[in-house]
């Protein structure tokens, strides 16, 4: 499955995740480091990949239809510590690796994961 890793979550995340299975990029890399959540999601869209990010404005329905994409992944960890978002994220990753992501917008709290 093809990700983008957003700015607010840990660059660490992008060789955890490629060692599971995943094919991460981040915006890091690719530039788009402080891009408005419409110029980051049409770049994500373009790429064919899921977005992973903590920005509750990308999970904004309205703004971006989750039909309209390969998948919104919002995580809501219960801390916000860089090393407890990491262990959160992993946490939560191969469960979503097993998910069909497109067209979807999956918010992951400690809770579960609601799918809309």
Do not use: C, W
């Amino acid at each position: 499955m093809k990700v983008k890793l957003d700015e607010n979550l840990p660059a660490e995340l992008l060789d955890d995740l490629n060692a599971i299975g995943y094919q991460a990029a981040s915006v890091h890399q690719e530039g788009l480091t402080g891009a408005v959540d419409e110029i980051l999601l049409r770049a994500v869209r373009h790429e064919g990949r899921a977005i992973f990010t903590m920005d509750k404005g990308v999970a904004d329905v309205r703004a971006y239809p989750p039909e309209q994409h390969n998948g919104i992944v919002l995580f809501r960890p219960p801390s916000a510590g860089r090393g407890a978002v990491r262990a959160f994220v992993r946490r939560h990753a191969s469960d979503l690796l097993a998910r069909d992501l497109k067209g979807r917008l999956l918010v992951v709290t400690d809770r579960g994961i609601r799918i809309r």
